[in-house]
């Protein structure tokens, strides 16, 4: 089954070509990474699922509906999205950050305190932080609260663009075991969009790799290495091997 269905969508800004005719399904229940050079589209294809990019023609299905660009909000209320340097509010402490959503959904106080708190133990933020600002956290601690925010309302679909880009390796260790935790709380599907093969390799199920607003390959994460489809995929890889 798929959650997300991309029939033949191609989006331009001007004459840069974002997306060219992509046909493409996201397994769910998966992790699914977008991956590709900086450039190739990766975001757009994850903005065209929560419709903050609408493509020029083509359609993109979503829980087996086409988005319908009149209720976004009702959509995105299923869709949890968290991106790199994510918009936090500097003048809300962390707790409000984190609940935002489920305060526009109507959560009285108490559900929504005990939520914040369950998510914020999940990516192991010590409780008082709940009071903390933003400029008060560091890079890693910022990302976590991005992702408290996005699984607060307990989301079946995940969008995540290079969440984890900003962290220095150590850290980056940590907040990739506290995605493998996440993921293993529930089923769910999401789609990690990053440049960085091995992260990829390491967290994704599949791997769709993207260039130039093109799907060169999707498959596998364990086949695509000895399987590339193509001279972009396999020259893609090897740079990568040849980069570290
Ligand atoms: P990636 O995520 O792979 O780095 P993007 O999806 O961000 O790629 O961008 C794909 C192409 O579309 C790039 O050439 C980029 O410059 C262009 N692009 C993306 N968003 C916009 C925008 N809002 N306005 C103009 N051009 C854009």
Do not use: W
């Given at each position: 089954m798929s959650v997300v269905q991309f029939d033949s969508v191609s989006k331009r800004y001007g004459r840069e070509i974002a997306a060219d005719s992509v046909s493409l399904s996201i397994p769910a229940n998966r992790t699914t990474a977008i991956i590709g050079p900086s450039g190739s589209g990766k975001s757009t294809l994850l903005q065209m699922i929560n419709g903050m990019v609408r493509?020029?023609?083509?359609?993109?299905?979503?829980?087996?509906?086409?988005?319908?660009?009149?209720?976004?909000?009702?959509?995105?209320?299923?869709?949890g999205y968290a991106v790199q340097g994510i918009g936090l509010f500097p003048h809300w402490n962390v707790g409000r950050n984190i609940a935002i959503l489920a305060e526009m959904s109507g959560w009285d106080e108490a559900r929504r305190r005990d939520r914040v708190r369950e998510l914020m133990a999940l990516v192991e933020l010590?409780?008082?932080?709940?009071?903390?600002?933003?400029?008060?956290?560091?890079?890693?601690?910022?990302?976590?609260?991005?992702?408290?925010?996005?699984?607060?309302?307990d989301p079946p679909l995940f969008l995540l663009d290079e969440p984890f880009g900003a962290l220095d390796p150590l850290t980056r260790g940590e907040v990739h075991r506290e995605f493998e935790r996440i993921r293993e709380a529930g089923r769910r599907t999401i789609v990690l969009v990053t440049?960085?093969?091995?992260?990829?390799?390491?967290?994704?199920?599949?791997?769709?790799?993207?260039?130039?607003?093109r799907v060169e390959q999707?498959?596998?994460?364990?086949?695509?290495?000895?399987?590339?489809?193509?001279?972009?995929?396999?020259?893609?890889?090897?740079?990568?091997?040849?980069?570290?």
């Open positions: 493509p020029d023609s083509g359609g993109v299905r979503v829980f087996d509906a086409p988005v319908d660009y009149a209720e976004l909000p009702a959509l995105r209320r299923k869709i010590p409780e008082h932080y709940e009071a903390r600002h933003p400029h008060e956290l560091s890079g890693g601690e910022m990302q976590r609260v991005g992702l408290c925010r996005a699984m607060m309302l440049h960085d093969l091995h992260e990829a390799q390491k967290l994704a199920d599949e791997i769709v790799v993207v260039n130039e607003g999707q498959a596998e994460t364990r086949t695509i290495l000895a399987q590339p489809a193509n001279d972009f995929v396999a020259g893609f890889f090897r740079a990568y091997e040849e980069s570290r």
